[in-house]
Every structure is written in C-alpha cells, then in structure tokens.
C-alpha cells in the first residue's frame, strides 16, 4: 500500500539559507501535517492542511510557510534557516472523517543546518 | 495545560516479560481519539495502537493492548512477551475533534534487556 513520502530524506544547509520539503500524501487522504521533532524531543505540530486549505497552525516561525497543492501534495519553506531549526521534519496524512483518524507518518526528513 | 503526559522518561524490561507505559491525558471534549505509536532509532514513526473515547472494550493489536480508563483518563500501552525490537521511544497522542490537530505526549523510551 502507498504510504506518505517525503523528500528529501536528508539536507543539509548553511546558516541563512532557504530548504523547502515536499510531502505527498495517501491517496485519497485529505488532510496534511507538518511536525518537527529535535533531537530527543516530541513532535511538535507546526501546521496543517484540510483540503488544501489550512486548518490550524501550531509553532511554527514566521520565517517558514507551507503550502498544499491541487494535487494534495504539501510543501514547508524554511527561509533564513538556524541552527536551531536542526531537526526531523515529519509529514503526516489522514482521512479526516474517517472514524480512527490515525496519522500516517511519512519516514521524515532530516535537516541539518551548519 | 499539558494535553498528554507520559511519566517515564524511559522503561527497561526483560525480554518476554511483559511492560506497561504510562500515559495520561487531558481534555473536556466527549468524543476523542487516543493513538500510541512507535519510533525506532531509524527515525519513522509507526503506528500501534487506537481507542475511541466511547469504546467500551480495551483495544487489542497482536502483543499491544490499550489499558483505557476514562474516568482516570489513561490510557496504558501494555506490550506483552517483549522483543528486542521493542526497543524504541514510544509516544502516547491524543486527537480532539474540535481543530484539526494531533498532541503528543513527550515520550517514554523502552529499552528490552536480553
């Protein structure tokens, strides 16, 4: 069964720089989180998307945007990057109305910022 | 307030004994979603685990079963005949249906002793 990709699986970039992700999701899923975890912490939620418009936001900085395309596919832009935005990214997707409403987790992408 | 707490930092456990992860929650809606999920070392995020606020049996997957107790709100991973494998951080999440958001907890890191 197709699950959550997401790309690139590692980056990594220099202070200041920009990174974008894409995530695509499940089939059929409508609804696309971002999460960021760093290192030996819990996910925290940054953003997400219910039928391609954003439904709630978390923590996430104002130097980073997201987006969710026709195609459902997602993307997070990280500009004027720091150190501190070292972490796993993860994307994740669900059918909103179905009755679990598990996230399906993408394998995360890893940043590193030097 | 803390939407989930989970209490142990980290857990040891005998292989093939069995181990139970605390995990409580907080929250005044009536109709909620609890999930566990595992994260290896490599990173991904595997789901395990779910129980509906109104069912009234446990849930059951294989060796992972869900020590649900509503009035305490609780929700307990118990793993049973543990395996090597079993080692991992394991996070407790909650979904409410108001917003569009999932809250994890912080974590316990499960490590299986030969």
């Known amino acids: 069964a197709a699950g959550v990709i997401q790309s690139p699986r590692h980056l990594i970039k220099e202070k200041r720089e920009t990174a974008t992700l894409k995530c695509y999701p499940i089939?059929?899923?409508?609804?696309v989180y971002w999460y960021q975890q760093g290192p030996g912490q819990d996910p925290q939620f940054l953003i997400s998307?219910?039928?391609?418009?954003?439904?709630d936001k978390g923590s996430i900085p104002d130097r980073f945007s997201a987006q969710q395309f026709s195609d459902y596919h997602s993307e997070l832009n990280m500009s004027s990057l720091e150190l501190g935005d070292s972490a796993l990214y993860f994307c994740?997707?669900?059918?909103?109305?179905?009755?679990?409403?598990?996230?399906?987790f993408g394998e995360g992408s890893r940043l590193t910022v030097l | 307030a803390q939407k989930i707490t989970q209490t142990q930092p980290g857990m040891f456990v005998q292989e093939k004994e069995a181990v139970t992860l605390d995990c409580t929650y907080d929250?005044?809606?009536?109709?909620?979603?609890l999930f566990w999920y595992k994260q290896p070392s490599s990173g991904e995020m595997i789901f395990l685990i779910y129980?509906?606020?109104?069912?009234?049996q446990n849930a059951t997957e294989g060796r992972y079963s869900l020590n649900f107790q509503k009035a305490r709100k609780s929700a307990n991973l118990v793993i049973s005949a543990s395996q090597l494998g079993d080692s991992a951080m394991y996070f407790c999440?909650?979904?409410?249906?108001?917003?569009?958001?999932?809250?994890f907890g912080t974590g316990t890191s499960l490590t299986v002793i030969p």
């Open positions: 998307f219910y039928e391609k418009m954003q439904s």
């Open positions: 929250t005044s809606d009536q109709s909620y979603g």
């Open positions: 999440a909650m979904r409410e249906p108001t917003g569009n958001q999932f809250y």
């Open positions: 994740a997707s669900s059918f909103f109305e179905r009755a679990h409403g598990e996230l399906f």
């Open positions: 089939p059929r899923h409508d609804t």
């Open positions: 129980q509906g606020s109104y069912d009234e």
